[in-house]
């Protein structure tokens, strides 16, 4: 995770800086003290896209924010993923062997997290790349007609499970705007390169002398963003 100035943090929860994924956990967990687990999703959501902004200059237009289980659930509704193992996988919580297959929602989201040896110094960049399988395998199951009539079903179903700041009709325009668009050349997956930054610990910094500093970085967000 990138390491980031966190100003927004700093009065409620007492931090000037953190890891970007890490930060919305700790919110979450802060307001869980006192909140229902939606309303502390949704401002741990909040922090996260004013982290992105004071950090970026991105500002995200919406947001979905859900639970990993909701996502391995969605998957087996779906029939599972059809996917490409490169190589095979075995560790104390998991398995799973080279070859093309089609895998549960499980399967899917331990494939997408696993770490060989828990080390991000050793295998983030791995890590990405079997996010990319999960992911390409996820958009192409999304972009099927047949998936995309039944958005609006899955998010009634777990709609308890997500929180977002999109309305039901919302939902289902953008289920059918995803109908026209080509699930490779219009969807894309971008990831940080190992050459951009230093790490320390579980933390990733961006080299201030790297062909990809900080105000470079932020032109690449704008440009996938928009």
């Known amino acids: 995770d990138l390491w980031i100035n966190t100003p927004a943090m700093e009065k409620t929860y007492n931090l000037t800086e953190f890891r970007l994924g890490p930060a919305f ?3 979450e967990s802060a ?3 006192a909140k229902e687990e939606n309303e502390a999703v949704r401002i741990a959501t909040n922090i996260t896209a004013q982290n992105l902004y004071d950090n970026f200059e991105v500002v995200p237009g919406h947001y979905v924010t859900f639970k990993e289980h909701v996502m391995a659930e969605v998957i087996d509704i779906l029939g599972g ?3 490409d193992i490169p190589e095979e996988i075995t560790s104390e919580w998991f398995n799973i062997s080279p070859g ?3 895998i549960s929602g499980t399967t899917a989201t331990n494939y997408a997290r696993y770490l ?3 080390s991000s110094l050793n295998d983030e960049w791995g890590r990405f790349q079997r996010q990319e399988v ?3 395998a996820m958009r192409q199951k999304l972009m099927d007609p047949a998936v995309l009539e039944k958005v609006p079903e899955l998010y009634e179903i777990f709609k308890e499970s997500i929180v977002t700041d999109l309305t039901p009709q919302q ?4 289920a059918c705007f995803l109908k ?3 699930p490779v050349r219009d969807v894309t997956l971008q990831w940080v390169e190992r050459e951009w930054v230093d790490i320390v610990g579980d933390a990733m910094y961006l080299k201030e002398d790297s062909i990809m500093n900080l105000e470079k970085f932020k032109e690449l967000l704008k440009d996938l963003f928009g």
């Open 31 to 33: 307001e869980l003290t």
């Open 171 to 174: 939902i289902t325009d953008y």
């Open 81 to 83: 993923l059809d996917v």
């Open 116 to 118: 060989d040896d828990g």
């Open 25 to 27: 956990e700790a919110v």
């Open 180 to 182: 026209g668009l080509d």
């Open 100 to 102: 093309t297959q089609t």
């Open 134 to 136: 999960i992911f390409r």
